[in-house]
């Protein structure tokens, strides 16, 4: 049962468009969201967050938004930069206080942006 | 921002044999660390939560016999593939919670390809 849905494997954009990935939830408990990039063979990277009090979140060229209501929340990029392409993971968590923090990811969106 | 250093980074081995990979928080201690794996084209799942001083904690489907779990420090948690297989080939990536336990530090990973 996924419970983070990225259901665009792959997005190609041209260097200077707007770059957006998408994500979806199915978890009501999920109150915090990330998104992370990924390089081939390395360890993901943090982008950006969000929590369930905000429906924008903004840092520099990447926008987070999230829309609770749809259980979406979608990561915008602009301008794109041909730096860009990776493979971008949405995830989620029900954060409870303590130290036992898991995240719970999505299969990953390909962005590759052409020059 | 805080580190999280994996080691190593790629390990071939034939069937049979046992591969530790190790994980250490380079600036920061934690008591918890999270163990991922990835298969291709596939979600980061979360295989074991481990906790220092104690027992891990495997998610369901996950073998803890097969898949050792050591927490023996604040800063080193090791996960051990005891009696490998080629279908333990795969992509394992340990993580660590930040301070504010709002985000999770990587590490580089471990390509491990089983022959």
């Known amino acids: 049962d996924q419970q983070v849905k990225q259901n665009s494997p792959s997005l190609s954009v041209q260097e200077g468009r707007i770059s957006i990935l998408n994500c979806d939830y199915t978890n009501s408990m999920f109150d915090y969201f990330l998104w992370y990039k990924k390089y081939p063979a390395e360890g993901p990277t943090f982008l950006i967050s969000?929590?369930?009090?905000?429906d924008k979140n903004e840092d520099g060229r990447f926008t987070v938004f999230l829309n609770k209501s749809a259980k979406h929340l979608s990561l915008h990029i602009v301008p794109s930069q041909p730096g860009d392409s990776a493979v971008y993971f949405c995830a989620a968590s029900a954060s409870s206080g303590g130290s036992n923090y898991k995240l719970t990811f999505g299969k990953g969106t390909l962005l590759t942006v052409n020059p | 921002g805080a580190v999280v250093s994996q080691h190593p980074s790629w390990v071939i081995c034939k069937s049979g044999t046992s591969v530790k990979i190790e994980c250490r928080s380079l600036?920061?201690?934690?008591?918890?660390m999270f163990w991922y794996r990835q298969f291709p084209k596939q979600s980061l799942m979360l295989m074991a939560t481990?906790?220092?001083?104690?027992?891990?904690?495997?998610e369901q489907g996950v073998e803890k016999d097969k898949f050792l779990i050591n927490h023996a420090s604040l800063t080193l948690s090791t996960l051990t593939v005891t009696s490998a297989h080629p279908e333990d080939s795969s992509f394992y990536i340990c993580s660590a919670p930040g301070r504010t336990n709002t985000e999770a530090f990587f590490g580089q990973g471990t390509r491990l390809t089983v022959v």
């Open positions: 481990s906790n220092e001083g104690s027992k891990a904690t495997y």
């Open positions: 600036d920061f201690q934690a008591t918890t």
């Open positions: 969000i929590s369930s009090i905000k």
